[in-house]
């Protein structure tokens, strides 16, 4: 299983959780902030399995297309070690 974290800004948020959603993907958000102008931004977590870890980011890319050369988007995909809903 991996943890994908997805940090987007305020305005891409909803369109991201959108195509997430619709691909089958549970998304979990979270408001922060940071960068140089601490501007808004979203961190997005999605729980999938290793299979689906492309298929995510597959989704991430064409929900955020790049804008010429600004990336819209910045992903980290980690391992999860146990995983329980309780």
Do not use: W
Not at 71 to 82: C, E, G, I, L
Request: charged share 25%.
């Amino acid at each position: 299983m991996k943890m994908i974290i997805v940090i987007v800004n305020d305005q891409d948020a909803d369109t991201l959780t959108s195509s997430c959603t619709h691909a089958g993907f549970r998304v979990t958000r979270v408001a922060s902030t940071g960068g140089f102008l601490r501007s808004g931004v979203v961190t997005m977590l999605l729980g999938v399995e290793d299979p689906q870890v492309d298929a995510v980011i597959e989704t991430i890319r064409k929900a955020l297309p790049s804008k010429r050369r600004e990336k819209r988007a910045t992903v980290f995909v980690v391992p999860v070690a146990h995983y329980e809903q309780v």
